[in-house]
């Protein structure tokens, strides 16, 4: 009122008769200026029909490679670039994301009547990792994914993923799995081979001690004994009081049925 700031409308005041200035202002909207003249005792009405300010307004150029990114302005998805947008005056924060890439941020100011570019290279998030293999005995032939990548103990760098792991030794069952390997991280896989075995079937002439490898495993009741045993190379042994001790070298790699005829002492 007359240049002096009075309150906020609504607002009742008392002035002195004669001719005042009232002005009404408020942010975003066009200041309102009007002439009244009051006379003693009169009470004036001033009503305000505040009109908005035009908006300032200028263009935000996104784009990326690869294209097909989110644009998020101030947090809000606002679509995928290739992108321009028409935003009032100021600074806005924008973020960029694509599955398999690092986000992208920048802060941009927007003018009037101006645009403001913004172009991101998308950077790809790492996508190995490490698989860490030991196994028992050590000296396996590693596969991953049908491709032979060493021997055991070793550790490799691996695309992010499944794969398929196949260990193999000689005289040991196959191992076989399938694992997840997952970007900068480093998967330890600790594998205990298991021997293979078969079935042996001795028949013997007479009842005799079986030994395998130098140990004592049982012995031919009524001349038969079955014995399972790792695959590989053995030495069997039969001892019978008065008969002469055999010796056979074996190479086991499947069921066998061996059959002996042990010589008396004296012949």
Do not use: C, I, W
């Not at 101006?114 to 293999?133: D, K």
Request: glycine share 10%; hydrophobic share 40%.
């Amino acid at each position: 009122m007359d240049g002096r700031r009075e309150g906020k409308t609504p607002l009742s005041l008392a002035v002195r008769p004669g001719r005042h200035e009232v002005e009404l202002r408020l942010p975003g909207y066009a200041p309102y200026r009007a002439a009244v003249n009051a006379r003693p005792g009169e009470r004036v009405r001033v009503f305000a029909r505040l009109v908005p300010e035009p908006k300032k307004e200028g263009v935000l150029s996104v784009s990326s490679s690869p294209q097909g990114a989110e644009v998020y302005v101030d947090g809000a998805l606002r679509g995928r670039t290739p992108l321009a947008l028409r935003l009032p005056e100021g600074r806005y924060q924008v973020e960029l994301r694509l599955p398999g890439y690092a986000p992208y941020r920048v802060e941009v100011r927007v003018r009037e009547g101006e645009r403001a570019q913004v172009f991101a290279r998308l950077v790809p998030l790492p996508r190995e990792g490490t698989l860490v293999l030991e196994a028992r005995p050590e000296g396996a032939e590693v596969y991953v994914d049908g491709r032979l990548v060493g021997r055991a103990p070793l550790s490799l760098s691996l695309e992010a993923g499944l794969h398929e792991v196949r260990l193999l030794a000689p005289g040991y069952a196959e191992y076989r799995a399938r694992v997840e390997v997952r970007p900068e991280e480093t998967l330890r896989l600790s594998v205990e081979l298991v021997p293979l075995r078969a079935t042996l079937e001795v028949y013997v002439n007479v009842e005799a001690r079986v030994f395998l490898d130098g140990e004592e495993v049982g012995r031919t009741r009524g001349g038969y004994l079955r014995l399972e045993v790792p695959f590989g190379e053995h030495e069997l042994t039969l001892v019978a009081p008065g008969y002469r001790t055999l010796v056979q070298t074996l190479q086991v790699s499947g069921d066998r049925v061996l059959r002996f005829q042990m010589v008396p002492l004296g012949r």
